[in-house]
Structure formats: structure tokens, C-alpha cells
T-cell receptor
């Protein structure tokens, strides 16, 4: 079974430029998460989707961040415009939410963003 | 409020030694889930274990073992006979019934040959 796929793996942009990250979750996983991980910290949730619905976006900086999961499968996270403080690793995770036995999240390799 | 504390920022041990990674959590929920994840240098978080709040049985998986104690709100992780491949950052995490998951800041483990 293929894992969570993310692209690109690395991205370097200048501040004020836009950037987008793509995530394809594990097949059949209806819950998708985007996290941001700053250096030396644990992942912090940005947004959670149940199918195509964003059920928790309370931590998403909506002035510059946006996300979509139009068909309830893959998802895109966008930053526009990027700021220096956005430099971090952006992680995508997915989970099959059905029943007690399925609470583990499976993570992708992440996209390391550097804003210069 | 929920909180996960991993007080050990970095640990170094010599190969074959045992090492315990501490995790203390705070939550007002009676139903919750605890996790440990491993993040090797490649960056991908690897799921290790999930434990729900009603199951205080300790678990052993090969060289890994977990000690869950609700009385002290701790969920510690022990690696027995450590190996160089165990070198990574280890995260403890807490999830409540609303599916909000909080990660600790992680413990960087160095296994020295």
C-alpha cells in the first residue's frame, strides 16, 4: 500500500511570493491533516478535513494561507504571500476514520519550505 | 487545556544501553488517546503505538516498551538494548474525543556506537 505522497519535497522562494504544496493521502483515508513543523518543535495542526469538508481550520492563518480538498481525495495548501516566518516543514497526514481501531495518522515525508 | 510535555530535549546513550523517554500529559477529558511517533533524519513521522485512556496495560513490542500510568499522567517509552538505528526524534502526542491532537516538542535521541 502506498503511503502519503507529498510534493515538492523542498521549496525555496523569496518572501512575498506564493507557494503551494500538494498531498495525496493513503487510498481510502477520509481524514486529511496539514501540519506545520518548526525547527525543534512538534507538528502543529493547521487544518483537518473530513472528506471534502474542512472541520477544523482554527489554527490556519487565513489572511495568507488557504487549503482545498475538492474531491475529498488529494489536497493543496497555499501560502500567498509567503513571509520569512513561514519557513518550516509542512506535513500532510491521513487517517481512515471509522471505528475504534483506526485512530493512527500516517504522515507523508513533508515539504521543507525556505523563505528568503 | 491539553498539553504534552517531553522534558528531555536531547539524550545520548551508548549502543546497547537501555533508555527511557518521558512523556507527561494534561487533559480534562476522560476519553483520550496517546501516541508515540518516531521521526528519523528522513523527516517522515512513523507511528509506533496508540493507547486509549481506558487501557492501562503496558505494552512490549520487541525492544520497545511503553508504561502508561494515569495516576501520574505519564506515558513513558523505553528502548531496551538500543541500536544506532534508533537514533531519531521521538514525539509523544495526545488526542481528545474531538480529534484534536497535540504533539510534544520531541526528544532527540542519539545512540552512540
Amino acid at each position: 500500500e502506498a503511503g502519503v505522497v507529498q510534493s515538492p519535497r523542498y521549496k525555496i522562494i523569496e518572501k512575498k511570493q506564493p507557494v503551494a504544496f500538494w498531498c495525496n493521502p493513503i487510498s481510502g483515508h477520509n481524514t486529511l491533516y496539514w501540519y506545520r513543523q518548526n525547527l525543534g518543535q512538534g507538528p502543529e495542526l493547521l487544518i483537518r478535513y473530513e472528506n471534502e469538508e474542512a472541520v477544523d481550520d482554527s489554527q490556519l492563518p487565513k489572511d495568507r494561507f488557504s487549503a482545498e480538498r475538492l474531491k475529498g481525495v488529494d489536497s493543496t495548501l497555499k501560502i500567498q504571500p509567503a513571509e520569512l516566518g513561514d519557513s518550516a516543514v509542512y506535513l500532510c497526514a491521513s487517517r481512515h476514520r471509522q471505528g475504534e481501531l483506526s485512530y493512527e495518522q500516517y504522515f507523508g515525508p513533508g515539504t521543507r519550505l525556505t523563505v528568503t | 487545556a491539553q498539553k504534552v510535555t517531553q522534558a528531555q530535549t536531547e539524550i545520548s546513550v551508548v549502543e546497547k544501553e537501555d533508555v527511557t523517554l518521558d512523556c507527561v500529559y494534561e487533559t480534562r477529558d476522560t476519553t483520550y488517546y496517546l501516541f508515540w511517533y518516531k521521526q528519523p533524519p528522513s523527516g517522515e513521522l512513523v507511528f509506533l503505538i496508540r493507547r486509549n485512556s481506558f487501557d492501562e496495560q503496558n505494552e512490549i513490542s520487541g525492544r520497545y516498551s511503553w508504561n502508561f500510568q494515569k495516576s501520574t499522567s505519564s506515558f513513558n517509552f523505553t528502548i531496551t538494548a538500543s541500536q544506532v538505528v534508533d537514533s531519531a526524534v521521538y514525539f509523544c502526542a495526545l488526542m481528545n474525543r474531538d480529534d484534536k491532537i497535540i504533539f510534544g516538542k520531541g526528544t532527540r535521541l542519539h545512540i552512540l556506537p
